[in-house]
């Protein structure tokens, strides 16, 4: 089972030590709550106590690629929004039958301010939170009390 979103955090998957702890390091200076996974299965396995308002996701890594991570997202939560990173040259073959529940595909490295675009896009609706890139802070729509 899995848990209703309580918060509005991202999940950062990436094999990779260096581009988790600078992901999170971006993420965190623009006021965004942000979670690292090194691993597919290590993310799928948190999804029982805690759900991301969104995940950024490498596609190529070592126990379980970014592909099987979004196959079996696909199956326990289709609406959970993922934006793919990857280094690899992709085909639009490949992006229309295996990435077709990525709400983005983001080219690494990735650009600060191309990410911030993705992040707004996708952070609007979710919890009643927006994220603004242009000053980079995260705001509430719901009405004060």
């Known amino acids: 089972m899995l848990m209703e979103n309580t918060s509005t955090w991202i999940a950062v998957i990436d ?9 999170l390091r971006l993420l965190r200076s623009a006021g965004l709550e942000a979670h690292a996974f090194i691993s597919g299965k290590a993310f799928l396995d948190s999804l029982r106590t805690k759900r991301p308002a969104c995940v950024l996701l ?30 690899q040259d992709l085909s639009d073959k490949q992006k229309n039958a295996e990435l077709a529940h990525a709400m983005s ?4 490295p ?8 993705a992040l707004a896009a996708t952070l609007v ?17 719901q009405p004060e009390t």
């Open 15 to 23: 094999d990779e030590e260096g581009i988790r702890r600078a992901l």
């Open 125 to 141: 609706d979710q919890k009643n939170h927006v994220f603004d890139p242009n000053s980079n802070l995260v705001t509430s729509n």
């Open 110 to 117: 990735v650009n600060d301010q191309e990410l911030f675009a």
């Open 105 to 108: 595909i983001l080219q690494k």
């Open 58 to 87: 490498d596609l190529n890594m070592q126990d379980m690629s970014g592909f099987a991570v979004i196959k079996t997202l696909e199956q326990i939560d289709h609406e959970l929004p993922v934006l793919v990173l990857t280094g």
